[in-house]
């Protein structure tokens, strides 16, 4: 796992590249696609999830009483950011149910390459929650940064973001407007091309994931 100062982490476990340079290959159907990021998104969650407050609960093991660690998931909101996010949400709400889910409905114009907000519903109470928004990609920056300003909008304070990949672009913008987001990532690439795409990337990953083109 390598770390700068604490704003940005890239997760390099040889599990997580090994599925990633699969996605990124264009003969992946979107099936194995789909299946692909969630076993990544649980792998990613080890790590976005690290330092979680956690309670103890008195419990009896077969030999005798303890009080074992344990997590309280409700206190977590996993945001959505719609469509892509989904696809990173499936799995790691299979690893914490009873986080709490939200969804931010954005899409990039293609032309402006910025967003258009479409939905935003997310779980009461955000301001005592720690926050996970997802998505797969960071490209520009400009639908993250939107979907935290939302976030920060609705009371949220304690906020961190999961992606899959990001570009050098996106984590600059997102460090100058949201300093206090950390990034988790499986990887960084190398640049955006000029319509706003990461390379060598994995292409359009909504699509990618949901056979629309
Ligand atoms: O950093 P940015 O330049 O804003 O680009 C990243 C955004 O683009 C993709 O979504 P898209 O707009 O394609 O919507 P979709 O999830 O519905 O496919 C992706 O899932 C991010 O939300
Ligand atoms: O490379 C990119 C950039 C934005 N959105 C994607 O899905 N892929
Ligand atoms: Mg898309």
Redo the contacts with the bound molecule.
């Keep these: 796992m390598a770390k700068d100062d604490g704003h940005l982490t890239v997760v390099d476990h040889p599990l997580v590249q090994h599925k990633l340079t699969i996605m990124r290959d264009r003969d992946t159907s979107t099936g194995a696609f789909r299946q692909l990021l969630r076993e990544i998104s649980q792998l990613l969650a080890y790590e976005v999830t690290r330092g979680l407050p956690m309670t103890t609960k008195r419990i009896e093991t077969p030999m005798q009483s303890m009080d074992a660690p344990t997590l309280d998931g409700k206190k977590l909101a996993l945001i959505s950011i719609l469509r892509?996010g989904n696809g990173l949400l499936d799995g790691v709400l299979e690893l914490i149910p009873s986080a709490r889910v939200g969804f931010v409905g954005l899409y990039?114009d293609e032309a402006t390459l910025q967003p258009v907000q479409y939905y935003f519903k997310v779980p009461e109470g955000m301001d005592d929650r720690l926050v996970i928004a997802v998505d797969?990609?960071l490209?520009?920056g400009n639908?993250s940064v939107a979907a935290i300003d939302l976030l920060k909008q609705a009371g949220a304070t304690n906020i961190r973001f999961l992606c899959l990949?990001a570009?050098p672009e996106g984590i600059a913008r997102m460090k100058e407007a949201h300093p206090d987001v950390p990034i988790v990532t499986a990887a960084v690439d190398e640049a955006?091309n000029e319509v706003?795409?990461?390379?060598p990337?994995?292409?359009?990953?909504?699509?990618?994931m949901f056979g629309t083109k």
């Excluded at 706003?196 to 390379?199: L, N, S, T, V």
């Excluded at 994995?202 to 699509?207: K, M, R, T």
């Design positions: 892509a990039r797969p990609m490209a520009t639908s990949l570009s955006l706003g795409y990461i390379i990337g994995l292409g359009d990953a909504g699509d990618r």
